[in-house]
């Protein structure tokens, strides 16, 4: 499955308690050729790595550890249930007993850190990052003959196939039915009325897919009549970060179509990052500003949090304590090379968490918060993070 296939209820499935141990691998991966050599092997040795922990670990019962052993953990297997994803430049691979095997597909901008999780759920919180990171975003091409909706994220778009898209119009142009021009004719002038009727549909499939994945930013491209109609009586006219004055695009490529949005795109993430600064600002006058991993970690565990605004490259380890409300960061341990670490390079100790700005963001998402990543240095004074509070 594909990280833009992810909805609030497949979310909560995911999270849901399962018999230990719940296996969550991840590492990155080509996105262009699936499956390459490099990535086979890293894969591989992820699997004896899960191996490795399931004999060495007294809580896995017998039974599970057999099943987990012999039939689950292979990576023949994983790359069979993942035939269908498209690609990515990472891979969360889920397995349990009981369960078919789970492989979804990510696009991030930044290298993931290849791991192998036990719990008694699935971690999802690596989704979660990386479906923030990738900054998605929808784009609604319209056409009076088809209109289309894509899904972005890192400048790739696929086109949804869901929800009444690609959505044609239900009631066909009267003059569509003359085989050719009538001299001296009257134009006809119901075709506004029709087309209104169209956008309105089109409007509502739109609100169908927001209410089954959540808002996203909202980029609308059509032509110069069209365009000001659908603004005029859509009713998610606050999603709305953007529009381009383009004819003719219900049949351009994904890769065209993000090309032509690119400058538009760059234009709306420098306006966000800058106003998060300014608000941050603001709010800091207010006393409604967290800055700092330690301080941002407790208002999450509170669900205080409005905003949490990150650098891209920010990564944090640390102590988590206090029932989970409370965090001390400490140096960000070496990688371990797997299966068979470097003898110089000692695994991190066991309680010492190095995924800190994963827990961040998905506490941040279950809270209903928005997340945004701004450039590297954009915070120097907040270690890298920072969020507005809601009280």
Partial sequence: MHISELTPRIRAELGKPRPYPAITLVMPTDPDFRFNDKDRILLRDLV???KRRLADDPA???EA???LRDRLLDPDVI???DETSPGGDAMVVYVAVGEPVQVWRVASPREVRPRVEFAEEFLVRYLADAEQRSQPYLVLVLDQEMCRLHRGSVRRLTEVTEHGFPAAPQIPSPEDAVPGPVP???PYRGDEERVEQYLKAVDGHLGDYLDAHGPLPLFVIGGTKILPAFEGLTAHGGAVSGTLTLAGMDTASPQDLAERLG???DDFHARQAADAVAELGEARGQEKVAEGPEQVWTAIADRRVRRLVLEESLVLAGRITGEGRDLKIVQLPEPVT??????????PPADVA????ERLVDGAVAGEAEVLFVPDDTLPDSGGVAALLRY
């Fill in 79 to 81: 790359e069979r249930a």
């Fill in 48 to 50: 004896t790595e899960a």
């Fill in 338 to 347: 797997l299966p068979n670490p470097a003898p110089d390079v000692e695994p």
């Fill in 60 to 62: 896995v019962e017998r």
């Fill in 263 to 265: 400058p538009t795109l």
């Fill in 65 to 67: 550890r057999l099943e």
């Fill in 354 to 357: 190095t995924d800190i700005v």
């Fill in 184 to 186: 001296n004719a009257t």
